[in-house]
Structure formats: structure tokens, C-alpha cells
């Protein structure tokens, strides 16, 4: 069993960055790939960016592309999404999560519980 716990998010003006952290444990965190998602109110959960195990390939969804960089500390069980250049539409509540495969669309094998990040206009 695997706990993720997100961190980082808060209250940002368009044009600022935020880094999201999320801590693994429970689980061997190198076994795992490990994407971000994102859930805005009133819209479906998406896809933000995915990272391999050993962090060697990362995928973004097009909305992410050249803003956010997804990263790993396989020694320190953490990832690390880094977004810059923030939009007003970059507006929801991110979620951690775990996969043993790696992959944007597949199911998840585990979730944290969120942190929302607020962009303001």
C-alpha cells in the first residue's frame, strides 16, 4: 500500500509558478511511475504530466507542454511538478498518483488526497 501526500499548492497571480510536491511511502517508490492530474470544479479529472521510474521519460498533456516540468527523487520518494507561467485556467485541485505502468491514460494505481492551486487573474 501506497501513501501519497501532496504539497505546495496555494494562491498565485497569472504569470507566477508554483512547485507541487508529493511524499511516497508505504511502497517501493522507485517501482512506481508517478503522473499529476488536475480536477477543475465542474470538469472531469485530466491528465497533467507523467514520469518513468527511474525519471529517464516524462509526458506532458498539450495544456502543460513548455510550462510544467515533472521530476523525481527516487532516494528522497518524492515528485516534483514545477509550474511557471501560470493561467488563470491552470485553476483546480492536483492529485499525486501511482502506476506501475507508465502510461497518461491507464488506471491509477494510487491517489493522494490533493492541493488546490488558485490562479487569479
Same mark, same amino acid.
Given at each position: 500500500?501506497? =501513501?501519497?501526500?501532496?504539497? #505546495? #499548492? #496555494?494562491?498565485? =497571480?497569472? @504569470? *507566477?509558478?508554483?512547485?507541487?510536491?508529493?511524499?511516497?511511502? #508505504? @511502497?517501493?517508490?522507485?517501482?512506481? !511511475?508517478? *503522473? &499529476?492530474? +488536475? =480536477? !477543475?470544479?465542474?470538469?472531469? +479529472?485530466?491528465?497533467?504530466?507523467?514520469?518513468?521510474?527511474? *525519471?529517464?521519460? $516524462?509526458?506532458?498533456? %498539450?495544456? !502543460?507542454?513548455? +510550462?510544467?516540468?515533472?521530476?523525481?527523487?527516487?532516494?528522497?520518494?518524492?515528485?516534483?511538478?514545477?509550474? %511557471?507561467?501560470?493561467?488563470?485556467?491552470? $485553476?483546480?485541485?492536483?492529485?499525486?498518483?501511482?502506476?506501475?505502468?507508465?502510461?497518461? @491514460?491507464?488506471?491509477?494505481?494510487? &491517489? @493522494?488526497?490533493?492541493?488546490?492551486?488558485?490562479?487569479?487573474?
Amino acid at each position: 500500500q501506497v =501513501q501519497l501526500v501532496e504539497s #505546495g #499548492g #496555494g494562491l498565485v =497571480q497569472a @504569470g *507566477g509558478s508554483l512547485r507541487l510536491s508529493c511524499a511516497a511511502s #508505504g @511502497g517501493t517508490f522507485r517501482s512506481y !511511475a508517478m *503522473g &499529476w492530474f +488536475r =480536477q !477543475a470544479p465542474g470538469k472531469e +479529472r485530466e491528465f497533467v504530466a507523467v514520469i518513468s521510474r527511474s *525519471g529517464g521519460s $516524462t509526458d506532458y498533456a %498539450n495544456s !502543460a507542454k513548455g +510550462r510544467f516540468t515533472i521530476s523525481r527523487d527516487n532516494a528522497k520518494s518524492t515528485v516534483i511538478l514545477q509550474m %511557471n507561467s501560470l493561467k488563470p485556467e491552470d $485553476t483546480a485541485v492536483y492529485y499525486c498518483a501511482a502506476t506501475r505502468t507508465y502510461c497518461s @491514460g491507464c488506471a491509477y494505481d494510487y &491517489w @493522494g488526497q490533493g492541493t488546490q492551486v488558485s490562479v487569479s487573474s
